[in-house]
């Protein structure tokens, strides 16, 4: 199996996108404090077993009309850094993903849907502020690396 992996991120603000990065950074050994990068689109971090990329796309919903439409040249860009972040091993995480939902639903991938199990709407809850026992995540995967990387951690964790 390769060492490297693509996996979009979904859901509303406070989901726990965020969260998953660092937990992901944490079972990879990363040692640096993992923060969002919703002002940088990037940050890496090389201190773990393998390098982890972490984009926020939260920033695009400035550059169009829509999260999906930004400009050409941005999503140019942002498809190019993407494919030389994966061409290495690797583990490239993407918040909010939606915003690049033409090249990523074509890219080997898994997705993680994050959400609320009960609107905060009707609670006292603030957007990432919701008790971890609050949220559900719904994972999938598309291209065959993607699934196997599902499978074994269904085995692992869900056995």
Request: charged content about 20%; hydrophobic content about 40%.
């Amino acid at each position: 199996m390769e060492s490297h992996a693509l996996v979009a991120l979904h859901g509303p603000l406070g989901a726990g996108k965020t969260t998953f990065a660092q937990g992901a950074a944490e079972a990879l050994g990363v040692e640096e404090v993992v923060n969002s990068p919703t002002f940088t689109t990037l940050n890496e971090y090389t201190s773990g077993r393998l390098p982890l990329y972490h984009l926020d796309l939260y920033r695009l919903k400035d550059l169009g009309t829509t999260c999906g439409a930004p400009d050409e040249a941005h999503l140019l860009m942002l498809a190019a850094e993407l494919d030389e972040l994966r061409s290495a091993p690797g583990l490239v995480l993407v918040e909010w993903a939606d915003c690049l939902a033409d090249y990523i639903g074509q890219q080997d991938h898994i997705s993680v849907e994050l959400n609320y199990s009960k609107s905060p709407s009707t609670s006292d809850y603030r957007p990432g502020s919701v008790p971890e026992s609050h949220r559900i995540a719904r994972v999938s995967a598309r291209g065959q690396q993607s699934s196997q990387i599902v499978e074994l951690v269904k085995i692992v964790y869900f056995s």
